[in-house]
C-alpha cells in the first residue's frame, strides 16, 4: 500500500506562470515532509520541507503548503522557469514513530515540463 | 558535487555475477542509505545505517547485501540478482536528529542481463 502518492505523473507549464504540484500521503504518524527534484541521469536534490507544525513554508519561487487534515501538501513555483523541467518526488517521514535517522517514504514523481 | 559519491555509475552484470556498489560521503553525516528506484514506482527504501541503529527491509532478498565498515562508506554487494533487480540504486546520506533531509548520490544504473 503506497502511504505517500503522487497521482498526476506528468505537468505541463508555460514559462512565467505558476506550477502546482499535488501529493496526497495516508500515514498520520507523518511529521516532516519535503520535496526532491531530480534532472535524468542525476540523483535527487532537496529542494524544500515543511514541518508538521507549519502549513507553509517558503524558500525564493518555491512554497510547500501543508493542509494536515487533508494530508495533502502542494508545492507551488512561481514563476516556472524552463530550467523547473525536472521529475518532482514528495517524501515523508515519521520521526516521531523512533529512531534517529531519516527513512523517507516517497512518491512516484510528478514530470514536470516547462514550456518557453 | 552533492558530497555524496557513488561509483559505479553504470553496471552491467550477470546473473551469476557478484559485484559492488560503493557509496562515500563527505557530508560529515552518520547514517546512511540504500534506496531502489525503478520504472515508475516510488524511491524505495532499502538498507539504513547509523551509529544508533540498522535497519534493513525485510521484503529486500537476501541477494543484497549491505555493508558499511564505517560513517563514510557503505557499500551494496549483490550476487545471483535477477533481471527485475535492473534498477537505479541511490545511497543518501543525513545527519541524525529532527527534520534533516537526506543527501543522494547520483546512482548506478544496474542493468542484469
Known amino acids: 500500500d503506497q502511504q505517500v502518492k503522487q497521482n498526476s505523473p506528468s505537468l505541463s507549464v508555460q514559462e512565467g506562470r505558476i506550477s502546482i504540484l499535488n501529493c496526497d500521503y495516508t500515514?498520520?504518524?507523518?511529521?516532516?515532509f519535503l520535496w526532491y527534484k531530480k534532472y535524468p541521469a542525476e540523483g535527487p536534490t532537496f529542494l524544500i520541507s515543511?514541518?508538521?507544525?507549519?502549513d507553509k513554508n517558503e524558500d525564493g519561487r518555491f512554497t510547500v503548503f501543508l493542509n494536515k487534515s487533508a494530508k495533502h501538501l502542494s508545492l507551488h513555483i512561481v514563476p516556472s522557469q524552463p530550467g523547473d523541467s525536472a521529475v518532482y518526488f514528495c517524501?515523508?517521514?515519521?520521526?516521531?514513530?523512533?529512531?534517529?535517522?531519516?527513512?523517507?517514504?516517497f512518491g512516484t514523481g510528478t514530470l514536470l515540463a516547462v514550456q518557453p | 558535487e552533492t558530497g555524496v559519491t557513488q561509483t559505479p555509475r553504470h553496471l552491467v552484470m550477470g546473473m551469476t555475477n557478484k559485484k559492488s556498489l560503493k557509496c562515500e560521503q563527505h557530508?560529515?553525516?552518520?547514517?546512511m542509505y540504500w534506496y531502489k528506484q525503478s520504472a515508475k514506482k516510488p524511491l524505495e527504501l532499502m538498507f539504513v545505517y547509523s551509529l544508533e541503529e540498522r535497519v534493513e527491509n525485510n521484503s529486500v532478498p537476501s541477494r543484497f547485501s549491505p555493508e558499511c565498515p564505517n560513517s563514510s562508506h557503505l557499500f551494496l554487494h549483490l550476487h545471483t540478482l535477477q533481471p527485475e533487480d535492473s534498477a537505479l540504486y541511490l545511497c543518501?546520506?543525513?545527519?541524525?536528529?529532527?527534520?534533516?533531509?537526506?543527501?543522494f548520490g547520483q546512482g548506478t544504473r544496474l542493468t542484469v542481463v
Open positions: 557530508l560529515g553525516h552518520n547514517a
Open positions: 515543511i514541518s508538521s507544525i507549519k
Open positions: 517524501a515523508a517521514s515519521a520521526r516521531r514513530s523512533g529512531g534517529a535517522t531519516n527513512k523517507l517514504i
Open positions: 543518501a546520506s543525513s545527519p541524525t536528529g529532527l527534520n534533516t533531509e537526506a543527501f
Open positions: 500515514n498520520s504518524m507523518f511529521d516532516y
